[in-house]
């Protein structure tokens, strides 16, 4: 088996130490939140509310439409194809707090081939019984449908939310709606440790802010969706999250954890996730980045994943994204594993460091329509370098973002 060179190796070593030295800087962010907590005296509840019962309704959106290109050793592949979401919601007072209700949809399954978008080292879920290898899987149609409630009593705001589709209280804001992401057509390959279950069909949370803290529950399904986009795969709540969240001014960040029922069809048992997160989203919208840790803890082994992402607006009409990740990936060991069949899976340590740029040539208000593009390159492992050698991912592509866009919003989803 050939050996990874010295480049690629020190490569994914930089990315490992950044990531884990950004994971132990979220930790003692969160540690040095805790004190100042104590001596915060802004009380969330009297902003629960809006001023009037009438409805309040808002919008959002994102398109990329553009070529994919993903070189490769045994094959290069492509694709012309649109990531895209809309969102709309709608909020009015009820008795001391605010009800919301939200839907978001995407046209991925139609703007995206059945199997997927092309991406190298991608994982997660399956297509015709057999698990997704370097494709990531379209979003469904329904993406989002749900409603949630928010009081506040005394020194708390506490909040009940529910989904037909939703997203449980598990990981950090999910990719396509971080601020450091915003321009980034790509899914993480570290999507599975981190944000995936941000659709999931049938979701029960509660929680509970004080000060700068909030602390949330989540009871739901825990099967990924079926490669149907188009329908809704409801069954039994059988899964649990815990997220205990912190946020003040620019800065924010979560740690949280999830026991999940079987949530791979290929791999009948259950499983666990953790993660951590710390993101800033400058309010001047010029500067937002986030370092996240997530492990997935299968029967097979446990996969951890670590990711360092950022935006930077240089001109009003000029941006650039970075993304820099390291992940395991059990690749060599993917497939259908009956009940009671049991192996450790190897692991392939993969590196990625994607560099892009978004030029907008038409802008009305904050409304705008660029062209941009990026390139991604790889530290592969030992063990896959026979089968992958040195590949390269490209994108080009337009992108479309309506003038509210951009700003640091939580989504109900």
Not at 113 to 119: M, N, T, Y
Not at 185 to 201: E, F, K, N, R, V
Not at 320 to 337: P, W
Request: charge should be positive; aromatic fraction near 10%.
């Amino acid at each position: 088996m050939p050996r990874s060179s010295p480049a690629a190796s020190s490569f994914a070593d930089y990315l490992r130490r950044t990531a884990r030295a950004a994971a132990g800087i979220a930790v003692a962010v969160c540690t040095i939140a805790a004190q100042a907590a104590a001596q915060d005296t802004h009380d969330h509840a009297q902003s629960a509310a809006p001023a009037t019962s009438a409805w309040q309704w808002s919008a959002d959106a994102s398109l990329f439409f553009g070529f994919n290109y993903q070189h490769r050793k045994f094959t290069d592949f492509s694709a012309w194809e649109s990531q895209n979401w809309m969102m709309g919601s709608g909020a009015r007072r009820v008795g001391a707090g605010t009800f919301t209700t939200s839907a978001m949809l995407s046209l991925e399954p139609w703007t995206i081939k059945a199997i997927g978008s092309p991406q190298a080292f991608q994982t997660g879920e399956t297509y015709r019984g057999a698990p997704l290898i370097d494709y990531q899987h379209p979003h469904d149609l329904i993406m989002g449908l749900g409603a949630s409630y928010r009081a506040p009593w005394r020194r708390l705001t506490w909040y009940l939310a529910g989904g037909i589709v939703g997203s449980p209280a598990f990981g950090p804001v999910a990719f396509m709606h971080r601020a450091s992401a915003a321009d980034n057509p790509q899914a993480p390959l570290s999507h599975h440790h981190l944000d995936s279950s941000h659709i999931t069909p049938g979701v029960l949370t509660a929680g509970a802010t004080a000060g700068a803290w909030t602390l949330e529950g989540s009871w739901f399904r825990g099967r990924e969706p079926d490669e149907n986009r188009t329908d809704l795969d409801l069954s039994g709540l059988d899964s649990y999250s815990i997220r205990l969240g912190w946020a003040r001014g620019a800065w924010s960040a979560q740690a949280s954890g999830a026991a999940l029922t079987m949530p791979e069809a290929v791999t009948p048992y259950d499983a666990k996730k953790l993660s951590a997160s710390l993101s800033y989203g400058d309010p001047a919208r010029r500067l937002a980045w986030t370092a996240a840790f997530g492990q997935k803890r299968e029967i097979h082994g446990n996969l951890e994943a670590y990711l360092l992402e950022g935006r930077m607006q240089l001109r009003p009409r000029d941006a650039i994204y970075v993304r820099a990740e390291s992940v395991a990936k059990d690749i060599l060991d993917a497939g259908y594993h009956p009940p009671g069949i049991f192996h450790r899976h190897r692991q392939s340590q993969v590196g990625a460091l994607t560099i892009g740029y978004v030029r907008d040539f038409w802008m009305v208000n904050e409304t705008r329509l660029g062209i941009g593009g990026d390139v991604t390159g790889y530290a592969v492992p030992a063990n896959l370098r026979d089968a992958y050698g040195t590949p390269v991912s490209f994108h080009v592509f337009l992108r479309y973002r309506p003038g509210h866009a951009g700003r640091t919003v939580t989504h109900v989803h």
